[in-house]
């Protein structure tokens, strides 16, 4: 059957009409929907196409004719189908595709970068051109880019962290894979990520605070790359009148290197802490050095039953490990296990497999890294496959009490479960006993690196949950929908790198 | 100088040599008489080239309603060949034979000229029954003469204004030149009136009333002008023809020469005529993309929300993925502008090495014609062209330049 209905002196846009007579066509029982403003020539048309019944319509009258068993119920329906549907969400807006569009629609001083190595460095170079820090969390990118992207950087004036760089504290505010911890008179410039947490966490719990913590990059104290970043680090924190202890924190640098760093350092006139991790001093020592602690005396040798097996999630924390123990330590962020899967330090379940392969007579030595970025219960996942060993695993967590994961807590699961938990990574692998020494915690008063003026506001490329964590401290931030260029060819972005 | 330099430079100056051309429509005229070198049995079509045995549906309709309209015998043997390739453009199906009249446009700051097939619902979308074929000879036989008359009486329309105009009326000159069309016609109605029989000068005006998308072919002419006076510039990246065949999606650089970059056109997104689905609609056709080319159509949506319906998208999704055509344009147009911006600019000047960089393919607002031959218009949408035509044509300027 055909229904008609005029809408008498009724006008509508071709487009409302098309989609009426389309929003007509999908109710059940309509073979065929038309909806024309009745003008003589559209008439002609609908006649060639329809036999209509005798019509009474002006050029001015809206028609509908809809042909099919229910014609006349979906006849019935033609008011409440012209009114607009709305799609739910509808009215949200696009996310920034790119940099720039996500500056054009707020301005920003820091760029956080985690997209795929290949891609990194491209980003960076932008972000440094639009005179903006960045913080560059992406590993694999060349030694030729990161010269040139800290080479850019020095002449702009701006701070490039990284690349490979895991952890920073801009102004109290920790960025990438960091821990909560209260503003003091420390600041820290560190080539390690996890050593820069293992020692602000300590600060923290030793009732110390910290004034910022750079992070520079894991290379950047090689010979290749000279300690650009680091030297800018120390130069930033000597003038940042706050901080008034300098820790300095890397793998072991290159000789030349570690004494240019060592002299800025000193000509500072503030008090210089340093850890090269593998020489003397431990991450642990640098804490209570930097706090004003003498360090720990250690035992004359390793208490644990051997052999001793490591697997840990930090890699400066391995590093560390095997340097006091000589055990079998594994670091199972290493690319070697973690490509194609997330990091340990996010997801636990490759730890899981290897610690269900360690042998039941072994001490197995684990550390447990807290704070932003990180699992939300690591504790908690290992626990049932660290039940069953017994008291023969040895656990160093961490992290502070103000981290959302909480210290106290994941302590807590942990021994629950049998594990020996140890005051600190360095503790845990010599066998020391004993808790940290605390003195009475003072709040210092804000300052921020002149760097940021005072206001951190950020461009997120890559990891949401990076964006995530810096909002929850109240700092702006712009998420960009990043997509690699052209589907991730890497042939087409070196093309592209040529050419722009 | 780097690569990277010396591209932006060169795309500056392709981006005003695009705004330094003033297209005027000055004639209309039998294809025959309008375009140099034109033959008996050749037919011009859309987008890039392609053979009888590859062409679309619609486009193979269209060309059995010129042979019914030349009364030409066996259509496989007409002598194929793209509009582009003759200084034209032709909407959907594009199809254009001898006595099929034209739109004559001409750069008045260069002399160059340029022709744009007439827009109509039937024989454009594929359809040669006599209603499509009647159409046509309405136009050779009347419209056509009338409309040539009074351009030429009138000393021709400039169509920069004309555009800036209908962009500030709600227009975006492809799905969408409803206020352009008025315009026209209220400039052109005492030239006709003045200089046609009165009958026919007032069929003429019905019909051109009728036919909201009539400024179609005039806002292609103007922008194939636009996009011509920027080809041939050498180490431009920059975007002078997108232009499609219901098979094959093809672009074309200004510094890369003639050379066309295809990939399978794909199959728009939008609403459907009554009776048809996405399941009858074929793949993107026509040389209208050549309005984004020059800044115009999918571009500058966020002034033409009255066709957001009919592309089925929200004002905001509309405005969002226009917006994003600025990450991949090298300048704005400085009177082509838009109120609902604060006035900025059109968005001018596809840059290949933006468009694989960020991933941000070229919005077009586009017609859908069936995949068979013998159907009219059945609906209409949006369409991004493959990002192959992109990686393609940058990975050959690489090779051109020895990077």
Known sequence: MIATR???????????????????????????????????????????????????????????????????????????????RVVAGGGATAQ????????????????????????????????????????????GVSLDDERSLKREAAERDLLLMGPDCGTAIIDGIPVGFANRVRRGNIGIVGASGTGIQEISSLIQRMGGGVTHAIGTGSRDLSDAVGGTVTMQGIGLLADDEATEVIVIVSKPPSS???????????????????????????????????????????????????????????????????????GEILDLGDDEFTRGRPHP??????????????????????????????HPDPAGALIDVLRVRGGKTVASVCGTELDPQNRDAQVAKLREAGVVVARSNAAAALGMEGELPRMAATQLARTSLPLFGGQLSVVNLGLTSFADNLESHGVPVTRVDWSPPSGGDEELARILDRLT | MSWGERIDTANA???????????????????????????????????????????????????????????????????????????????????????????????????????????????????????????RRYWRDELAPALGTAIRAKGGLDLVPLIARGLHRGDEMHNRPAAATSLMLLDIIPDLLRSVAQD???????????????????????????????????????????????????????GLGDRWFTAPSPVAKGLYLSGFSAADAGADMGDSAITETAGLGGFVLQGAPAINEMLGSTAAEASAAASEMREITVAEHPSWTLPALDFRGAPLGIDIRKVVDTGILPIIDTAIAHREPGHPIIGAGLTRPPMD??????RAFAAEVGV
């Not at chain 1, 008498?8 to 403003?37: C, F, N």
């Not at chain 2, 636009?226 to 499609?244: F, L």
């Open chain 1, 6 to 84: 005029v809408l008498p002196d009724t006008y509508r846009d071709s487009g409302t009409l098309m989609a009426l007579a389309s929003r007509l066509q999908e109710l059940p029982g309509v073979t065929r929907a038309m909806s024309i403003m009745a003008t003589p020539r559209n008439l002609e048309l609908l006649h060639t196409m329809i036999a209509l019944p005798p019509l009474e319509c002006a050029a001015s009258d809206l028609l509908v004719v809809v042909e099919g068993a229910e014609a006349a119920a979906a006849i019935a329906r033609v008011d409440e189908l012209l009114i607009r």
């Open chain 1, 96 to 139: 920034p595709r790119t940099l720039k569009s996500a500056l054009a629609l707020r301005p920003a001083n820091l760029a956080v970068i985690s997209v795929p190595g290949p891609f990194a460095a491209r980003e960076a170079r932008r972000a440094l051109r639009r005179g903006m820090h960045v913080f560059l969390f992406s590993n």
């Open chain 2, 200 to 254: 026919v000068a007032i069929r003429t005006i019905e019909y051109i009333r009728e036919d909201e998308i009539f400024f179609l072919s005039l806002s292609m002419g103007a922008a194939k002008l636009m996009a011509d006076a920027a080809r041939d510039v050498e180490h431009s990246t920059v975007v002078t023809a997108m232009a499609r065949n219901g098979t094959d999606f093809g672009i074309r650089v200004s």
């Open chain 1, 256 to 326: 030349a290197v570690a004494d240019a760093v060592m002299r800025r350092a000193k000509a500072t006139g503030k008090r210089v802490v340093h850890c090269f991790v593998g020489g003397t001093t431990t991450l642990e020592d640098a804490a209570l050095e930097a706090c004003g602690f003498p360090a720990a005396a250690r035992p004359s040798g390793i208490s644990h039953r051997l052999p001793i097996v490591g697997l840990f999630s930090g890699g400066t924390l391995a590093s560390e490990t095997r340097m006091l123990t000589g």
């Open chain 2, 13 to 135: 100056e392709a981006v005003r040599r695009m705004l330094a051309a003033q297209p005027r429509w000055i004639d209309v005229l039998p294809a025959r008489e309008a375009i140099p070198g034109m033959r008996e049995r050749d037919v011009y079509h859309s987008g890039p080239p392609v053979t009888w045995e590859r062409m679309s549906g619609a486009q193979r309709g269209a060309v059995l309603c010129a042979a019914a309209f030349e009364v030409w015998s066996d259509p496989a043997t007409f002598n194929f060949s793209p509009n582009h390739h003759h200084g034209g453009v032709g909407p959907m199906a594009g199809v254009v034979s001898p006595s099929m009249p034209v739109f004559v446009l001409e750069d008045r700051a260069s002399g160059l000229r340029a022709y744009a097939a007439l827009e109509e619902p039937r024989m454009n979308f594929g359809a040669f029954d006599e209603a499509a074929v009647a159409l």
């Open chain 1, 345 to 374: 330090m996010i997801d636990p379940t490759i730890r899981i497999e290897r610690i269900r392969a360690v042998p039941p007579d072994a001490t197995l030595l684990i550390d447990v890294v807290l704070g932003e970025g990180s």
């Open chain 2, 389 to 394: 035509c992109f990686t393609s044509a940058l």
